[in-house]
């Protein structure tokens, strides 16, 4: 328990069998209450392996980053205080509890983990992935005037705030769509400064690809651009 708040990390793995058990290693217990592994579908290891380093290990069968981060949410324990991260060992656990401390001293209701702030590895963020996060922060920015400089998956967020939001998405518009809703509901944001590297193992889903790429970059840019034209319609 951090600070008297329960706090619950939930984790989206997909063939992540080489990366996540040294991930889970590294989270420290005394801060995180409950891990949960939501394994979306993999074809090797990772849900035995998540198991057995302790993570309640739950099943979703419809493939997309938002499908798993839902499950876990839907069926996870009950907790005060949600951290997200990646399941490829490219985020670093130590820096979970930075996050939470801006949500508990300086009572944010989101806090994103910018690797922009921060910096990111070579090769640990394609041309596309950091174009894609300057172009989205900068129509966010001037649609809704709430700056971000990134829209990493690793963050954090009070579940009360997170109840407001509705989240919906199933794919990868899963992290646009929590900083377009929190902008337009007036939640207080936050980022700081965490460091990316390059996965430890396996392919990305996202930028592993040409077509990945363009899929997540054209949801994450059709969802902020409909997100507004759905805005004006309702006036």
Known sequence: MYVNHRVTLIIPALNEAETIGPLLSRVDRAIVDTVVVVDNGSKDATATRAAARGAIVLHEARRGYGSACLRGLREGPEADLIVFMDGDGSDNPSEIEALLLVLVRDG????IGSRV???A??????PLQRFGSVLSSFL???LWGVHYTDLGPFRAIRRTAL?????ADADFGWTVEMQVKAAQ???RTAEIPVRRTVRKAGESKVSGTIVGSYRAGTRI???VLAAKWNELVRR
Not at 108 to 111: I, P, S, T
Not at 121 to 126: D, N, Q, R, S, V
């Open 221 to 223: 840019l059709g969802y």
């Open 163 to 167: 109840d407001r939001l509705e989240m």
């Open 108 to 111: 944010a209701d989101l806090v």
């Open 121 to 126: 590895e070579p090769g640990a963020l394609t």
């Open 185 to 187: 509901r007036g939640l």
């Open 117 to 119: 702030l921060g910096g």
């Open 140 to 142: 966010i920015r001037r």
